[in-house]
């Protein structure tokens, strides 16, 4: 049974910068698409990021484009978080998807999900 945690959520202030993690446990990332996702008070979970085990393809919610960046090494996927604005605030959460790179980016279905990091950004 795979256990995803998240790690690095906080506080940043407008225009600050925060790299978040996602950890993998109790088995191995290699066959799984990683997304980041968000859920904002009063809104409707959004997919943020997603990054494809096969070819390091990577897709991204428009308004995060140029800003954050998603990564993975072995067992452990980021997101790097620049240029934060008060929007961006939200429990971010990363999920597993077995083979599913387009599972991910619809957010459908996910295999595993973690519990989330508080990210807010003040103004």
């Known amino acids: 049974q795979v256990q995803l945690v998240e790690s690095g959520g906080g506080l940043a202030q407008a225009g600050g910068s925060l790299r978040l993690s996602c950890a993998a446990s109790?088995?191995?990332?290699?066959?799984?698409?990683i997304g980041w996702f968000r859920q904002a008070p009063g809104k409707e979970r959004e997919g943020i990021s997603c990054i494809n085990p096969s070819d390091g393809k990577t897709n991204y919610k428009d308004s995060v484009k140029g800003r954050f960046t998603i990564s993975r090494d072995k067992n452990t996927v980021s997101l790097q978080m620049n240029s934060l604005r008060p929007e961006d605030t939200g429990v971010y959460y990363c999920?597993?998807?077995?083979?599913?790179?387009?599972?991910?980016?619809?957010?459908?279905?996910?295999?595993?999900r973690g519990r989330g990091t508080q990210v807010t950004v003040s103004s």
């Open positions: 109790g088995g191995t990332l290699n066959l799984y698409a």
């Open positions: 999920a597993a998807f077995n083979e599913g790179f387009r599972r991910c980016i619809l957010g459908y279905d996910a295999d595993y």
